[in-house]
């Protein structure tokens, strides 16, 4: 996961920090999976919760 720019859809919710995450994998055919979120101010369980999501992909594609 990465910081990105907050855009105006987060900031709306009043988040201060907006993530995103990519994963590209070729598990039968090349697919490339993005995440993004929003959060006010993000506990590090929290940073946990949102990169679970990708994980799976990561390990898949060794």
Not at 10 to 36: F, I, M, N
Not at 45 to 61: E, G, I, N, S, Y
């Amino acid at each position: 996961m990465a910081d990105i720019a907050v855009d105006k859809d987060c900031s709306g919710y009043d988040g201060g920090r907006e993530l995103v995450g990519r994963r590209s994998t070729a598990l039968g055919k090349a697919v490339t999976v993005e995440l993004t979120a929003c959060a006010r101010e993000p506990s590090d369980r929290t940073l946990q919760q949102v990169q679970q999501p990708l994980d799976p992909l990561r390990a898949a594609d060794r």
